[in-house]
Each structure stands twice: as structure tokens, then as C-alpha cells.
């Protein structure tokens, strides 16, 4: 069975950094595109950036360019989410997901595994 378990989520201050750690078991990431989403209680959850299995293409929504790195470890199967120049508006739940298909796809509903989620909060 997929599980993806979620760490480093807490509490930063606005211009600080945080790496969020998502442990994958049950599968590889050889053949499913991963990545992070996240979720403000009320709203919907949203595309963060995700990491094709395909060339290891990688792709980020606008409001977290040039701040937010995501990388894996195929080897161990871990993908990071590597966070700077965190801005309140950042907090959130932060998911991470993978879906059995090699491309990635920034629409939560494409993928079928998700993590517990891990708290990311920004302070002013």
C-alpha cells in the first residue's frame, strides 16, 4: 500500500526558511510524478510545485517562483520541499502527493496518494 508521510512543518518568521520531508513507501517514485500541494482551512487546495518523473522536469506556481526548491531522492525516496523567503501568506497544511503517471499535473485531483499533511506557519 502507497504511504506518504509528511515532516518540518511549524512555525517561522516572515523571511525565514523551512524544508518540509515527504518519506514515500509502498512504491517508487521511477514511475510517479510527486509533488507538494497545499491547503488554508476554507479555501481549496492548491498546486505548490511538482516534480515529473519524465526528465525530472519540475514545475512551481507563480506565488512560490524563485523561493520555494523541490528535489528527490529516487535512491530513498524522499522529496523535500525546500522553503525561503517564507511569507505569511504561506501558511498553510502542506500536502505531499504522487500519482501513478509519469507526468506531473499542478490539479490536486490527478493524484491519488497524499500524505497526512504537516503545518506550515508564518508569522509577521
Known amino acids: 500500500e502507497a504511504q506518504l508521510v509528511e515532516s518540518g512543518g511549524g512555525l517561522v518568521q516572515a523571511g525565514g526558511s523551512l524544508t518540509l520531508s515527504c518519506v514515500a513507501s509502498?512504491?517508487?517514485?521511477?514511475?510517479?510524478?510527486i509533488g507538494w500541494f497545499r491547503q488554508v482551512a476554507g479555501k481549496e487546495r492548491e498546486g505548490v510545485s511538482c516534480l515529473s518523473a519524465i526528465d525530472r522536469d519540475t514545475d512551481y506556481a507563480d506565488a512560490v517562483k524563485g523561493r520555494f526548491t523541490i528535489s528527490s531522492d529516487n535512491a530513498k525516496n524522499t522529496l523535500d520541499l525546500q522553503m525561503n523567503s517564507l511569507k505569511p501568506e504561506d501558511t498553510a497544511v502542506y500536502y505531499c502527493a504522487a500519482r501513478y503517471d509519469p507526468l506531473s499535473s499542478s490539479s490536486p485531483s490527478a493524484y491519488a496518494y497524499w500524505g497526512q499533511g504537516t503545518q506550515v506557519t508564518v508569522s509577521a
Open positions: 509502498g512504491f517508487t517514485f521511477d514511475d510517479y510524478a
